[in-house]
């Protein structure tokens, strides 16, 4: 059974955002008004990005589990330019990533660590190693040079 390390991660947060938004996870109203972050200057393009965005915090919490929401904010957080200088970090913003996390945890597929963040229930890793599987055998079927690793 193939893991999350074994496939690409653009592959996998498409092929999970398509799955999740088919499991109906909640997304807020405020949803096609919002930037992502004070870094940002436009809101996301993509119709689809709660879903998009809500898969790859599920990949990244499997891969980095326990994660808090500030270390989160952090890694989906970007560059600002300020004035002529260089850029300067800023956060992502927090109620994006809060809200996924917590409609995550109603379909079961993260719990909460207390003190330590989130980490990857039992039922969301088998989803992503299903999926993972799932987008192997595709891979195989394209390149079989890649059987090694089934």
């Known amino acids: 059974m193939a893991k999350v ?10 092929k999970l955002a398509d799955v ?8 807020p109203s405020w949803i096609p008004f919002v930037k992502t972050g ?6 996301p393009q993509n119709r689809d990005w709660w879903h ?4 790859s915090i599920m990949r ?8 808090g929401i500030n270390e989160l904010r952090k890694d989906y ?7 002529y200088g260089a850029a300067h970090h800023k956060d992502a913003g927090g109620a994006i990533i809060r ?9 079961g597929y993260l719990e909460k660590v207390e003190k330590k963040g989130r980490v990857i229930s039992k039922q969301g890793m088998q989803k992503l190693d299903r999926l993972s599987t799932e987008i192997l055998k595709e891979m195989i079927v394209e ?6 690793y089934t």
């Open 5 to 14: 390390y074994d496939v690409p991660a653009d592959v996998l947060i498409g």
């Open 20 to 27: 999740l938004k088919n499991e109906d996870i909640p997304a």
């Open 38 to 43: 004070a870094h940002a200057d436009k809101p």
């Open 52 to 55: 998009t965005r809500c898969a």
């Open 60 to 67: 990244k919490i499997y891969l980095h589990g326990p994660i």
């Open 77 to 83: 957080g970007g560059g600002k330019p300020s004035g």
């Open 99 to 107: 809200n996924a996390i917590h409609g995550l945890e109603k379909l």
């Open 143 to 148: 390149n079989p040079q890649l059987k090694v």
